[in-house]
């Protein structure tokens, strides 16, 4: 691992100061950085800590959840207020990695990790995402996890975050500072398709830090479900993963909310399934349609077209869990 310089600035504006420079990265639970690093993905001539920030608090507010960059995902997801205002958060941070990284892992690193795809970490291969113009290994190679949504012709990867997966559903805000104060960035629009730079992953400029999420008030708390499909029930990223919200009244969807992981390089939240969804009886039949609607568009690749079966089943899977169907 090439050498690099760790520092610790002291505060908040102190940080700010020092990110915005070529080569800086900045590391909290360190859970895929490190790895990156370790694997020569990624070489940082300097690394600025900032797990000693006050950004882990959770707390309640007038209009919603607020929840700190630097709150542990193991933290959030155990949270009473969380489960009880929020429930499909805590269960998709549940679905993620192990105990042992949710444990270190944070709100905000969750949403920085960089994708899975084997090809990014594999420095003898091209990868138009760890190296621009060198080409794309999975497009002819072993593309199983790969997208089915908003692909390019320059990288076709996936977003590997389940606890993101929620968060897009749930309409969350992302929080962050820079040296001209905060902004605020809807969560869908956060992360970003590749387009012809997939070595981007979002759209938090170099000189700004998250600085925590939050979560608008719903009525989605009684009838929401993550379900998230893998290989191995532990420890595994998503084949596909939907996250489910509903409202109903009298058997009636007054209100949904869908999202997919495992399927394009951001969150795929389900704006026309959603909305087919409203004013319909929350039955399987509904659900079915629902699933229809929400492939419309897919593509998949020589290895992963058994995700355009698996999709649908699983948003229909995850809807009658919601509803409690099943
Ligand atoms: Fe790289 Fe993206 Fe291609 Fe994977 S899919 S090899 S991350 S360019």
Redesign the pocket.
């Known amino acids: 691992m090439k050498q690099f310089q760790f520092v610790r600035p002291a505060t908040q504006q102190s940080v700010l100061e020092v990110i915005n420079k070529p080569g800086t990265k900045i590391i909290a639970g360190g859970t895929n950085l490190v790895d990156l690093m370790k694997r020569g993905v990624t070489a940082p001539d300097k690394l600025v800590d900032i797990n000693h920030l006050p950004l882990k608090g959770i707390a309640a507010t007038k209009t919603g959840l607020h929840i700190g960059a630097l709150a542990l995902n193991s933290t959030v997801s155990e949270d009473k207020t969380v489960i009880a205002k929020q429930p499909l958060l805590s269960m998709a941070l549940k679905a993620g990695a192990s105990p042992q990284l949710r444990n270190m892992a944070t709100v905000g690193g969750n949403m920085m990790q960089r994708?899975r795809?084997t090809?990014?970490y594999d420095t003898t291969m091209p990868?138009?995402?760890?190296e621009p113009g060198s080409g794309?290994?999975?497009?002819e190679g072993y593309n199983r996890m790969?997208a089915i949504f908003g692909a390019s012709d320059?990288?076709?990867?996936v977003h590997p975050s389940d606890m993101c997966v929620a968060l897009a559903a749930l309409d969350a805000i992302v929080i962050v500072a820079g040296k001209k104060g905060e902004r605020r960035i809807p969560f869908t629009e956060f992360h970003r398709l590749p387009g012809d730079h997939?070595e981007s992953d979002n759209h938090l400029a170099t000189d700004e830090l998250i600085i925590g999420v939050e979560i608008p008030d719903n009525n989605f708390a009684k009838n929401s479900y993550y379900l998230k499909v893998r290989d191995r029930q532990s420890y595994a990223f998503a084949l596909v993963s939907v996250a489910a919200a509903l409202e109903i009244e009298n058997g009636t969807i007054k209100n949904a909310r869908l999202a997919m992981g495992g399927v394009a390089h951001k969150p795929w939240r389900l704006n026309d399934a959603e909305k087919a969804l409203i004013g319909k009886p929350a039955n399987e039949e509904s659900f079915k349609q629902a699933a229809a609607i929400a492939m419309q568009g897919a593509k998949a690749y020589e290895y992963n077209s058994f995700k355009l079966k698996l999709a649908p089943a699983t948003i229909t899977e995850a809807l009658k869990h919601a509803s409690g169907l099943v």
Not at 136 to 139: I, K
């Open positions: 994708t795809c090809y990014f990868c138009n995402k760890r794309c290994g999975a497009m790969h320059k990288c076709i990867a997939p």
